[in-house]
C-alpha cells in the first residue's frame, strides 16, 4: 500500500519570503504521479503542481516548484515570493497510472496536509 | 466551462439516518470518485465510478454505497449514519483513459451528524 506523510502540520512565513513544504512517501512501484493541492478555507482542492516519477526534471509553474528526490522518496513544494493568497492547507498526493494498478485510474492518496499561513 | 458540483453545500443529520449526496462531473469528465476529509485530516478515498459501475473501493463499510448515471453524475448515499461520519465530502473527476491527468474537485459537501 502506498502511503504519503507531511511531518510540518503548521507552518508561517512573512509575505514575500520563500517555504519549503516537505513530503515523503513510501511505494514499491517504479512509475507513478505525485501532486501537490491547496484546499483553501473555500474547501476547494486545487491542483498547484504535479511531477511524473519517470522525469528527472522537476516541475515549476510560476512562483511554485518542487525538489523531487525519487531515491529518497521525497517530494517538497517551494513557494517564492509568497502572497497572501497562498494562506491554505497543502496536501501531498500520490496515484499510480492505470496500467500499473489494471485500472484505467487510480484512486489519490493524501497526506495529512501542512497548514499554512503568508503573514501581511 | 462548469467544473465539479456538488449539492447541498451544507448538511445536518441525525444518527441512523440516511443521506445522499450528489456530484455532477466537470465537462468532458466521465469518472468519479469520493472522497471523506475528516477534520484535520487529508482526504481519504471512498469509492469510484465509471460506466455506471463500481471499480475500486476503498477501505468503508458497506453502508457506504453509490450509484453513477448515465450522464455521469454521481450519488454517494450513506445510510445508519453514525457521529463518525460527520465530515467533507469531496467528490473528484476525470477521464478514465487519462491516468496522468490530475483529479478535478468540488467544494464538497459539509455532513453534521448530531
Known amino acids: 500500500a502506498q502511503t504519503v506523510t507531511q511531518s510540518q502540520p503548521e507552518m508561517s512565513v512573512q509575505e514575500a519570503e520563500t517555504v519549503t513544504l516537505s513530503c515523503t512517501y513510501d511505494?514499491?512501484?517504479?512509475?507513478?504521479?505525485l501532486f501537490w493541492y491547496k484546499q483553501p478555507p473555500s474547501r476547494q482542492m486545487i491542483l498547484v503542481i504535479r511531477?511524473?516519477?519517470?522525469?528527472?526534471q522537476n516541475a515549476t509553474e510560476n512562483r511554485f516548484s518542487v525538489n523531487f528526490q525519487k531515491a529518497a522518496k521525497s517530494f517538497s513544494l517551494k513557494i517564492s515570493d509568497s502572497q497572501l493568497g497562498d494562506t491554505a492547507m497543502y496536501f501531498c498526493?500520490?496515484?499510480?497510472?492505470?496500467?500499473?494498478?489494471?485500472?484505467?485510474?487510480?484512486?489519490?492518496?493524501f497526506g495529512t496536509g501542512t497548514r499554512l499561513t503568508i503573514i501581511p | 466551462d462548469a467544473g465539479v458540483t456538488q449539492s447541498p453545500t451544507h448538511l445536518i443529520k441525525t444518527r441512523g439516518q440516511q443521506v445522499t449526496l450528489r456530484c455532477s462531473p466537470k465537462?468532458?469528465?466521465?469518472?468519479v470518485s469520493w472522497y471523506q476529509q475528516a477534520l484535520g485530516q487529508g482526504p481519504q478515498f471512498i469509492f469510484q465510478?465509471?460506466?455506471?459501475?463500481?471499480?475500486q473501493r476503498g477501505n468503508f463499510p458497506d453502508r457506504f454505497s453509490g450509484h453513477q448515471f448515465p450522464n455521469y453524475s454521481s450519488e454517494l448515499n450513506v445510510n445508519a449514519l453514525l457521529l463518525g461520519d460527520s465530515a467533507l465530502y469531496l467528490c473528484?473527476?476525470?477521464?478514465?483513459?487519462?491516468?496522468?491527468?490530475?483529479?478535478?474537485f468540488g467544494d464538497g459537501t459539509r455532513l453534521s451528524i448530531l
Open positions: 473528484a473527476s476525470s477521464r478514465w483513459y487519462i491516468s496522468n491527468q490530475p483529479q478535478h
Open positions: 511505494t514499491s512501484e517504479n512509475n507513478y504521479y
Open positions: 511531477q511524473e516519477a519517470y522525469k528527472q
Open positions: 498526493a500520490f496515484i499510480l497510472p492505470g496500467r500499473v494498478s489494471n485500472f484505467g485510474n487510480e484512486k489519490l492518496t
Open positions: 465537462s468532458g469528465h466521465d469518472t
Open positions: 465510478y465509471y460506466e455506471e459501475e463500481e471499480r
